[in-house]
Nanobody, 128 residues
Framework: QVQLVESGGGLVTAGASLRLSCASS????????MGWFRQAPANKREFVAA????????YYVDSVKGRFTISRDNAKNTMYLQMNSLKPEDTAIYYC?????????????????????WGQGTQVTVSS
């Protein structure tokens, strides 16, 4: 079975940086697209970033463009989210996710309904 485990969250002040990691097991990591979502208290889960199976495409929600960078290391079966210039509005639980299929079309990357495997989440808190 597919297992996803996030790590790297923490409590930081505005303007600081964090690097989240998502370790994957249970299937060939390099063959599948991956994504990051987040959920703040009282809010719905929202898309943050995604990366294609072959590293040729990345996707970001407008609010994090220029600040966050998604990447993957297939040799380590791990996906990363480098978060710079953090803002209080970035405070949320961050989840990594994977679809059941190898590839997704461009529009599908943004919707949580297209992901079937989810990690337990890691808390990111940014104080002002």
């Amino acid at each position: 079975q597919v297992q996803l485990v996030e790590s790297g969250g923490g409590l930081v002040t505005a303007g600081a940086s964090l690097r989240l990691s998502c370790a994957s097991s249970g299937r060939p990591f390099s063959n599948y697209a991956m994504g990051w979502f987040r959920q703040a208290p009282a809010n719905k889960r929202e898309f943050v970033a995604a990366i294609s199976w072959n590293d040729d495409s990345t996707y970001y929600v407008d609010s994090v463009k220029g600040r966050f960078t998604i990447s993957r290391d297939n040799a380590k079966n791990t996906m990363y989210l480098q978060m710079n210039s953090l803002k209080p509005e970035d405070t949320a639980i961050y989840y990594c996710a994977a679809p059941s299929t190898r590839r997704l079309n461009s529009a599908s990357y943004y919707r949580a309904e297209n992901y079937v495997y989810w990690g337990q989440g890691t808390q990111v808190t940014v104080s002002s």
